[in-house]
C-alpha cells in the first residue's frame, strides 16, 4: 500500500464544472504540498498546508489531520487547468522527508 | 530572475559512464532537493540539502552523489551510470526545509 495515495488517476471534466482530487496518507505528517505539473514538464508548487484550508484564486485546498486527508478544489474549471496534480507530505518526526503521489491528470474539455 | 536553472536539459549516457547535473538558485533560498520522476512512480527524493554545508539522504539514494558548494548551487553525480538511472531529474529549492518549494525545469536523461 503507498503511503500517499491519490484519488482519481485520471479525471475529465467539462469547463466550468467543480472538481476535487483527494489525497490519503496512513502515516503522521507535519504539512501536505499540493502541486501541479504542466503538460510541458513544468512543476509548480500551489499550496503547502498544515491544518485548515487555504484559497488562491479558483483554487482551494484542505486538510483533515485527523482523518489523514486532503483535498483540492478547482472552481470554475477552464482548459487551463489542465496538469497532474500532486500532494505530497512531509513527515513528522525527527527526519523530515517527503513523499509524494502518483498524481492525478486532469483534462477539461472545453 | 532565473529562479532556478538546471544543466543539460537532455543527456545520453552509455552504462558506466559518470556525469554531474548541475543546479543552481538565485533566490537566497537555504534549502535545495534532487528528485527522479519515473512514470507511474511519481516524484522521489535523492538526496536534500537543508542548509549550506549540509546534505541528507532521501528515499532512493544509490547511485548517487551530491555536492551542496556553496547556497546557491547543489549538484548531483551518478559516478557509474545504470539503465536504472534513466529518468527525468528535478531541482527545487525552498526557503524553509521542505516549504514551499521552486522547481527547475528537469533534465531528462537516457542511460544505454
Known amino acids: 500500500k503507498n503511503e500517499v495515495e491519490q484519488s482519481p488517476q485520471n479525471l475529465t471534466a467539462q469547463e466550468g464544472e467543480f472538481i476535487t482530487i483527494n489525497c490519503s496518507y496512513s502515516v503522521g505528517i507535519s504539512a501536505l504540498h499540493w502541486l501541479q505539473q504542466h503538460p510541458g514538464g513544468g512543476i509548480v508548487s500551489l499550496f503547502m498546508?498544515?491544518?485548515g484550508k487555504k484559497k488562491h484564486g479558483r483554487l482551494i485546498a484542505t486538510i483533515n489531520i485527523q482523518e489523514k486527508h486532503s483535498s483540492l478544489h478547482i472552481t470554475a474549471s477552464h482548459p487551463r487547468d489542465s496538469a497532474v496534480y500532486i500532494c505530497?507530505?512531509?513527515?513528522?518526526?525527527?527526519?523530515?522527508?517527503?513523499?509524494f503521489g502518483t498524481g492525478t491528470l486532469l483534462a477539461v474539455q472545453p | 530572475n532565473a529562479g532556478v536553472t538546471q544543466t543539460p536539459k537532455f543527456q545520453v549516457l552509455k552504462t558506466g559512464q559518470s556525469m554531474t547535473l548541475q543546479c543552481a538558485q538565485d533566490m537566497n533560498h537555504n534549502s535545495m532537493y534532487w528528485y527522479r520522476q519515473d512514470p507511474g512512480m511519481g516524484l522521489r527524493l535523492i538526496y536534500y540539502s537543508a542548509s549550506e554545508g549540509t546534505t541528507d539522504k532521501g528515499e532512493v539514494p544509490n547511485g548517487y552523489n551530491v555536492s551542496r558548494l556553496n547556497k546557491r548551487e547543489f549538484s548531483l553525480r551518478l559516478e557509474s551510470a545504470a539503465p536504472s538511472q534513466t529518468s527525468v531529474y528535478f531541482c527545487?529549492?525552498?526557503?524553509?526545509?521542505?516549504?514551499?518549494?521552486?522547481f527547475g525545469p528537469g533534465t531528462r536523461l537516457t542511460v544505454t
Open positions: 498546508l498544515s491544518s
Open positions: 505530497a507530505v512531509i513527515y513528522g518526526g525527527a527526519t523530515n522527508k517527503l513523499i
Open positions: 527545487a529549492s525552498s526557503s524553509l526545509s521542505f516549504g514551499e518549494q521552486y
